[in-house]
């Protein structure tokens, strides 16, 4: 390792603190985790099998050693997220697909090393030998194989950083109420199933992203989203524990543009050809009829396909209504 980990300038007390080297216990075996040195293919080999205390430890795919859990407290999980894009929102189906990067960091001390920086990707034969936090997201319907992209970086002071870049399809409860002018709004929700947040709490780091655009939709951007921390209660093999979730919540706001050029102006439109029979000769009985009826089968056949953009629905919208009312004063 050509740079050691003593030129890493840090906050010490971020993530429970530093590795505690006069730990009655473990102080003996923090010092020497530290002293490990090599290059990197080596380091990560001792990592991974824990050691040079391999043959009392079972590696470190368990869940992590560091100041707060020797000392009976939970160990923080800090979530940084960045969003790429969002794309095929689909209010039919009320669901959208995002390209993201998570990146979850903690400390573990079983990950000390006399080196900067080291780097395990997802093609590494240790990789699956290193702990990873299984986090869900509740909202996730599902999840591109193909797109994901996974990375272990240890720091030389015990920090750890997991990535995983993932294209992923959301679902998102639409409310079509005041549509075309609607806003919906959209939530992610982080959470470790089963695990009490006596053992691991997660917290929010830093959220970012690109700019978002779409034709029809305004995406509220990445820096203006609203970020929750809460504590939830779920059901365990020891009765009723907290849980440590993380909320993300987003807005989709509709460019009605579109939907006011092909409905609304339209419907205006086959209101007044309507009326033009009311000129028409009462001779000419056909053409009268014609002027009546065909606006009604024209505006029919617009609620037809309104309604085939949306799914069923207990509920009118604004939309929906003006619809109607234009079909019966036709």
Not at 22 to 29: E, I, S
Not at 125 to 145: C, G, H, L, S, T
Not at 235 to 258: D, I, M, Q, W, Y
Request: proline residues 5%; glycine residues 6%.
């Amino acid at each position: 390792c050509a740079i050691p980990a003593a030129s890493l300038e840090y906050d010490v007390s971020a993530m429970g603190g530093p590795c505690p080297m006069d730990h009655p216990t473990w102080g003996a075996k923090m010092q020497a985790f530290y002293s490990r040195t090599g290059q990197q293919d080596a380091l990560i080999q001792q990592l991974a099998r824990g050691e040079p205390f391999a043959d009392e430890m079972v590696g470190v795919a368990t869940g992590p050693i560091n100041n707060g859990s020797l000392n009976g407290l939970a160990t923080e999980l800090v979530l940084s997220f960045q969003v790429l894009r969002i794309s095929e929102i689909s209010q039919k189906a009320q669901t959208y697909k995002m390209h993201y990067i998570m990146v979850w960091s903690w400390r573990d001390c079983r990950l000390m090393v006399n080196c900067l920086y080291l780097t395990i990707p997802d093609r590494n034969e240790n990789f699956d030998k290193f702990w990873a936090p299984a986090v869900r997201i509740a909202e996730r319907e599902d999840d591109n194989r193909d797109m994901l992209v996974r990375e272990h970086a240890v720091w030389g002071h015990g920090w750890v950083q997991y990535t995983e870049e993932h294209v992923s399809t959301f679902r998102c409860s639409f409310d079509f109420t005041e549509m075309p002018f609607d806003t919906q709004r959209c939530q992610l929700t982080f959470s470790m199933p089963g695990v009490p947040d006596w053992v691991h709490i997660l917290w929010w780091g830093e959220l970012m992203g690109e700019k978002l655009a779409n034709s029809e939709w305004d995406i509220q951007q990445v820096a203006d989203w609203a970020t929750l921390t809460k504590s939830q209660e779920i059901g365990s093999l020891f009765g009723a524990v907290n849980s440590s979730h993380l909320v993300a919540e987003f807005t989709l706001t509709r460019r009605p543009k579109f939907i006011i050029d092909n409905y609304i102006v339209q419907a205006h439109i086959f209101y007044i050809v309507s009326w033009v029979g009311l000129w028409v000769d009462l001779a000419a009985v056909p053409a009268r009829a014609a002027i009546g009826v065909i606006p009604i089968l024209v505006t029919s056949n617009k609620m037809s396909a309104l309604l085939a953009t949306i799914p069923p629905i207990g509920y009118s919208t604004r939309l929906k209504n003006f619809m109607q009312m234009t079909l019966y004063m036709i």
